[in-house]
């Protein structure tokens, strides 16, 4: 796993279109689309900080995420095992992993890369949602010992206000 950089900007919008369309084909919903989240703001704006993380087999990108510390604000009433200092809670945000490689294990992999990124950061936890419509991440965190904390109403722009899985996994 590396940080992304500005030559891997275009690359990370078309595997995130990639990863749209084929979940738009499936029966999951996330909401997700390339003009609202994750878009080329919110991927430039995660290469800028050095949160863009991603993941490569032969040259091409097969997973990505951004990991930091910005929370929405409904963060603040789940009832957290590990509840600060906020610095030292990392969040995970809009995981993927390449249609053609899921079922391989590489969400796995990416996890378990970003968990050691925050170790080595010294973050206390891991905290995420996952939209109640997708039950294949829910598992995913499930398994590799993510804690379900809440389910709790939240808003964001591209899906309104919908139930979120709270999840947390401590250092």
């Given at each position: 796993?590396?940080f992304?950089?500005?030559?891997?900007?275009?690359?990370?919008?078309?595997?995130?279109?990639?990863?749209?369309?084929?979940?738009?084909?499936?029966?999951?919903?996330?909401?997700?689309?390339?003009?609202?989240?994750?878009?080329?703001?919110?991927?430039?704006?995660?290469?800028?900080?050095?949160?863009?993380?991603?993941?490569?087999?032969?040259?091409?990108?097969?997973?990505?995420?951004?990991?930091?510390?910005?929370?929405?604000?409904?963060?603040?009433?789940?009832?957290?095992?590990?509840?600060?200092p906020?610095?030292?809670?990392?969040?995970?945000?809009?995981?993927?992993?390449?249609?053609?490689?899921?079922?391989?294990?590489?969400?796995?992999?990416?996890?378990?890369?970003?968990?050691?990124?925050?170790?080595?950061?010294?973050?206390?936890?891991?905290?995420?949602?996952v939209?109640?419509?997708?039950?294949?991440?829910?598992?995913?965190?499930?398994?590799?010992?993510?804690?379900?904390?809440?389910?709790?109403?939240?808003?964001?722009?591209?899906?309104?206000?919908?139930?979120?899985?709270?999840m947390?996994?401590?250092?």
């Open positions: 796993m590396e992304a950089t500005r030559d891997d900007e275009a690359a990370i919008l078309d595997f995130y279109q990639k990863v749209i369309e084929a979940v738009n084909a499936s029966s999951i919903r996330l909401g997700w689309n390339i003009e609202t989240y994750p878009n080329q703001e919110f991927v430039h704006g995660a290469i800028s900080r050095k949160e863009m993380c991603i993941l490569r087999e032969d040259g091409q990108i097969i997973a990505a995420a951004v990991v930091n510390h910005e929370v929405n604000p409904e963060y603040d009433d789940v009832k957290w095992a590990v509840c600060g906020k610095e030292k809670v990392a969040t995970i945000h809009a995981l993927a992993v390449a249609p053609d490689r899921r079922g391989s294990k590489v969400s796995y992999q990416m996890l378990s890369k970003l968990e050691e990124l925050c170790l080595k950061n010294g973050d206390l936890a891991i905290h995420l949602d939209i109640d419509t997708n039950i294949p991440a829910y598992k995913l965190y499930l398994r590799n010992g993510y804690q379900e904390v809440d389910c709790i109403k939240m808003y964001y722009e591209v899906v309104g206000t919908r139930e979120f899985w709270m947390e996994k401590l250092l």
